[in-house]
């Protein structure tokens, strides 16, 4: 494993969540082994446990992973890697089952995390279900009801911080650097994206390698762990080749966009990100070193979408496709339609987009905006008589 920052490489080490000389973030080596997938046992996340980096005596699960990859009945060639049908509802899941272990293998008793709302959720269930404390650090009034009920179902500790996620993030890793007694969730935490890792080779295991994947993007660590994916089973000569990556942020929360446009080394944050796609209003992304490493070592890209570019193709999942997801989770189609539209893709490529979040995690936002943006066909109807006449 090695730094970002400064460089530095270390013996792989469980225990090490940041660079323990600079604090910066910490890249796991690829993980090279040739067993042929269909070799391994069993289903979900852990069905791949020999191809994860780190040992798990105490493998917890609520049976992650093995989610449907949907194919389009519209797009030729476009699949829908559907994340909504994990236990709590998002592919956070698939890295949350991974880390907890690495918590229990190291002793934890509590773990903390900050969220716009599905690491929370998920953080919550893997605890009760691993007999651990979830601390959850919330931004305030920000957080979609579905997200929070769970976590409060679960019985996590919630804390709400004012200055939306970026703030509470950076409040959670500073927890972390002074006071180690709670283990960090948070998708710095390079142990947590070898679980998110494994829907690449589902993907694999389904289609082959496609020619592109669409990722919506806030902090930047599942487009990365998808990619790493990817580029294991290539290392390894199980696939020829990688897909390329692309990352969808919204227009107003979008600095890696900002970054792969200008061709720039440093990120320039978003101060004041805004989207209602809250699970991706994130202005600070921790992960963006990786972020931006996947997209240009695929040559992919990265492309930003309208609010109401999100809300339109999560109707349209919702109503052609029978898909219903959340908005960030839209973003990755929007973000696809978008170059299709400016005939960017060929017709011909394999497509995967990825569906992060279930739509009742946000049952408000669909009531008050989506449902709207396409006024013709929001009627509801005051009477049964008015149907009756129609017919
Ligand atoms: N889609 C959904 C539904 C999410 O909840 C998130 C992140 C993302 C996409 C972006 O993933 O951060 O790896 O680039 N949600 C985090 C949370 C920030 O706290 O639940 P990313």
């Known amino acids: 494993m090695h730094c970002l920052d400064c460089k530095r490489e270390f013996e792989l080490d469980q225990s090490l969540l940041l660079c323990p000389e600079c604090g910066g973030l910490l890249e796991l080596g690829f993980v090279i082994n040739n067993i042929q997938l269909t070799q391994l046992k069993g289903r979900g996340v852990w069905k791949y446990a020999p191809l994860l980096a780190g040992d798990y005596p105490f493998k917890v699960s609520l049976g992650e992973g093995s989610t449907p990859l949907i194919r389009s009945r519209v797009y030729p060639n476009l699949y829908y890697k559907f994340e909504g049908t994990n236990p709590t509802g998002s592919f956070k899941d ?4 991974v880390a907890v272990s690495s918590a229990l293998k190291l002793g934890y008793k509590s773990v903390i995390v900050a969220s716009t709302g599905n690491t929370a959720a998920s953080a919550a269930a893997y605890s009760a279900r691993a007999g651990l404390q979830a601390y959850l650090l919330l931004p305030a009034n920000n957080v979609a009801k579905g997200k929070i009920a769970q976590a409060l179902l679960h019985g996590a500790k919630l804390i709400e911080v004012s200055g939306g996620f970026d703030s509470a993030l950076e409040n959670a890793i500073q927890l972390y650097r002074n006071k180690r007694t709670l283990y960090p969730l948070n998708s710095y935490n390079p142990w947590r994206l070898e679980g998110q890792k494994t829907l690449s080779f589902e993907v694999f295991e389904d289609i082959g390698v496609p020619d592109y994947v669409f990722v919506p993007v ?3 660590g599942n487009i990365y762990a998808i990619w790493k994916g990817f580029k294991e089973l290539a290392i390894s000569g199980l696939s020829c080749g990688i897909p390329r990556m692309f990352g969808v942020q919204a227009k107003d929360a979008s600095p ?28 600070k992304p921790v992960n963006w070193k990786k972020t931006i490493k996947a997209i240009t070592d695929s040559h992919g890209g990265a492309i930003s979408v309208s609010d109401e570019e999100i809300l339109k193709a999560q109707v349209e999942l919702a109503r052609v496709e029978g898909v219903e997801v959340e908005p960030a989770s839209a973003a990755s189609f929007a973000g696809y339609k978008k170059l299709m539209n400016e005939g960017k893709i060929d017709q011909n490529s394999k497509v995967v987009c990825v569906l992060t979040g279930h739509a009742l995690k946000d049952p408000e936002t669909i009531i008050q905006e989506s449902i709207k943006i396409e006024s013709q066909f929001a009627s509801t109807f005051n009477s049964l008589d008015e149907v009756f006449k129609m017919f």
Do not use: D, H, K
């Not at 698939?94 to 089952?97: F, H, I, K, Y």
């Not at 890696?256 to 994130?282: D, G, H, K, M, Y």
């Open 218 to 220: 806030g902090n930047g």
């Open 256 to 283: 890696i966009v900002r970054a792969i446009e200008n061709n720039l080394s440093e990120l320039r944050f978003v101060e004041s990100p805004q989207t209602i796609a809250s699970a991706i209003r994130i202005g």
């Open 94 to 97: 698939r890295g949350m089952c």
